[in-house]
Nanobody
Framework: QVQLVESGGGLVQAGGSLRLSCADS????????MGWYRQAPGKQRALVAD?????????NYADSVKDRFTISRDNAENTVYLQMNSLKPEDTAVYYC????????????????WGQGTQVTVSS
């Protein structure tokens, strides 16, 4: 069973920085992409950023975090990082790691896995 182990959340003042990390216990060659989502109280879970693992490291960011957050990967360690700079109170949320693993490469089918979430709180 694939497990995603997250770390790095916490409390920070506005303007500060945090780095989240997520390690995937699965087979490196089956990982299609990894990313981070967040869910604030009363809101739906939404994509923050993701990065392809199997096709060149293409990244994708939510408009609200562009130029402030950077997602990166260490393929050898099956780990993805989210560097969060210039944090704002509206970034406060539970951040969830997500990984998509190939189930059928030819059909493009993937299975998604989720971490348990890590709290990020930004005080004003």
């Amino acid at each position: 069973q694939v497990q995603l182990v997250e770390s790095g959340g916490g409390l920070v003042q506005a303007g500060g920085s945090l780095r989240l990390s997520c390690a995937d216990s699965g087979n490196t060659f089956l990982i299609s992409r990894m990313g981070w989502y967040r869910q604030a109280p009363g809101k739906q879970r939404a994509l923050v950023a993701d990065i392809s693992i199997s096709s060149g490291g293409v990244t994708n960011y939510a408009d609200s975090v562009k130029d402030r957050f950077t997602i990166s990967r260490d393929n050898a360690e099956n780990t993805v990082y989210l560097q969060m700079n210039s944090l704002k109170p509206e970034d406060t949320a539970v951040y969830y790691c997500n990984a998509a693993h190939w189930v059928n490469l030819f059909r493009g089918d993937v299975r998604e896995y989720w971490g348990q979430g890590t709290q990020v709180t930004v005080s004003s």
